[in-house]
């Protein structure tokens, strides 16, 4: 693959620390949630993290689907539900994710046909196939 573009994030403290873009664009703190035995309070988490993007990569994919199909849309969304659980194989842990989309104007049964469209061509649907269990649903 020849790399269009590069992310570069660094951490420091794990779970319990910061994390910062190289471009300063993201500078956030780190807080694990009281569901997995940490403090909570001010600051994201990995699990929010991977949502925001994932969300965000796969409505794209959703508007090149819908631009390749010519359909008009007013509006589209994705929540992005990220899971975390342990993973009864191995003791650790490991995700689930449920992606819910809308197109504003279009039947239910066609949107979930988009979604599942836009779940082929996403690059972290790709990242993720065989490795984390997704779902794509329509609202």
Same mark, same amino acid.
């Given at each position: 693959? %020849?790399?269009?573009?590069?992310? =570069?994030? &660094?951490?420091?403290?794990?779970?319990?620390?910061? *994390? &910062? @873009?190289?471009?300063?664009?993201?500078?956030? +703190?780190? &807080?694990?949630?009281k $569901?997995?035995? $940490?403090?909570?309070?001010? !600051? @994201? +988490?990995? /699990?929010?993290?991977?949502?925001?993007g994932?969300?965000?990569?796969?409505?794209?994919?959703?508007?090149?689907?819908? +631009?390749? /199909?010519?359909?008009k849309?007013?509006? @589209?969304?994705? @929540?992005?539900?990220?899971?975390? !659980?342990?993973?009864?194989?191995?003791?650790?842990?490991?995700? %689930?994710? %449920?992606?819910?989309?809308?197109?504003?104007?279009? %039947?239910?049964?066609? *949107?979930? =046909?988009?979604? /599942?469209?836009?779940? !082929?061509?996403?690059?972290?649907?790709?990242?993720?196939?065989? +490795?984390? =269990? *997704?779902?794509?649903?329509?609202?």
């Open positions: 693959m %020849e790399a269009l573009y590069v992310a =570069e994030a &660094t951490s420091r403290g794990g779970r319990e620390g910061h *994390v &910062t @873009t190289s471009d300063g664009t993201l500078d956030l +703190n780190i &807080t694990s949630p $569901g997995l035995g $940490g403090k909570g309070g001010d !600051g @994201t +988490n990995p /699990e929010q993290l991977f949502a925001a994932y969300a965000a990569c796969f409505e794209s994919a959703l508007q090149l689907v819908l +631009n390749k /199909e010519r359909i849309a007013e509006r @589209t969304e994705i @929540t992005s539900h990220v899971s975390i !659980g342990k993973d009864p194989e191995d003791g650790g842990f490991k995700l %689930e994710v %449920e992606l819910v989309g809308h197109v504003e104007g279009v %039947e239910r049964d066609k *949107v979930q =046909e988009l979604l /599942e469209k836009a779940h !082929g061509v996403c690059p972290y649907s790709k990242a993720t196939r065989g +490795n984390i =269990e *997704v779902t794509v649903k329509a609202k």
